[in-house]
Every structure is written in structure tokens, then in C-alpha cells.
């Protein structure tokens, strides 16, 4: 079972940046896609971006388009989200994942029966 730690969150101002990064380890990283997921308060848990197993494809969510970056460095056992033009309505637990099988990619639609291990989750505050 891999097991997964997340860092990186804080607080930061409207249109500020912050980089997330998620270190796994218990498994081969390099065969697992890896996803960002977040959860605001009174809200569901929702898909932000994801990366395929050697980072060839990625993902994201339309609300971060453009203004989030996934990446991975698997000679690390890391995942990265960088995070830049932040607003107020990116505030939430973000919490990464893991795909519970290898070569299999993560997409919005994935079944969350479908993921492995989640991390204990790293809160990002933007204030106004």
C-alpha cells in the first residue's frame, strides 16, 4: 500500500502562488497516475488535475485551467501542483491520490473506487 504525504499548503493573498507537493512511497510511483483533488468547506470533494504515470498527459479541472500546473518527478516519488493567480475559491483541503491500478489513467470521470491511497491533506487559505 503506498502511502502518501502532502505539503506545501498556507496562507496567501488573491493572486498569489503556492507550490503543493505529495511524496509517496510503499510502491513502484512510476507505474501510477497521480491526481489533485480538493475539498472547500460545505462542499464535495472535487477533481483539480491530474498525471498520467510517466507524465505524459495530464489533466485539470476547467476552474484551474491555465493557472495550475500538475507535474511528477518519479526519481523523487513526487507530485507537484503549482499554483499561481489564486483566488478565494481555491480555498480547500487538497489532498493527492494515487490510481489503485498501474497504467491506468486518472480523469475527472475515474470512480472513486477506483483511486488507492489518499493523503492526510494540506489546507491552502486565500484571502481577499
Known amino acids: 500500500q503506498v502511502q502518501l504525504v502532502e505539503s506545501g499548503g498556507g496562507l496567501v493573498q488573491a493572486g498569489g502562488s503556492l507550490m503543493l507537493s505529495c511524496a509517496a512511497s510503499?510502491?513502484?510511483?512510476?507505474?501510477?497516475?497521480m491526481a489533485w483533488f480538493r475539498r472547500a468547506p460545505g462542499k464535495e470533494r472535487e477533481f483539480v488535475a491530474s498525471i498520467t504515470w510517466g507524465g505524459g498527459s495530464t489533466y485539470y479541472a476547467d476552474s484551474v485551467k491555465g493557472r495550475f500546473t500538475i507535474s511528477r518527478d518519479n526519481a523523487k516519488n513526487t507530485v507537484h501542483l503549482q499554483m499561481k493567480s489564486l483566488n478565494p475559491e481555491d480555498t480547500a483541503v487538497y489532498y493527492c491520490?494515487?490510481?489503485?491500478?498501474?497504467?491506468?489513467?486518472?480523469?475527472?470521470?475515474?470512480?472513486?473506487?477506483?483511486?488507492?491511497?489518499w493523503g492526510q491533506g494540506t489546507q491552502v487559505t486565500v484571502s481577499s
Open positions: 491520490t494515487t490510481h489503485s491500478l498501474p497504467f491506468r489513467a486518472i480523469v475527472p470521470q475515474t470512480r472513486s473506487t477506483d483511486f488507492g491511497s
Open positions: 510503499g510502491r513502484t510511483f512510476s507505474r501510477y497516475a
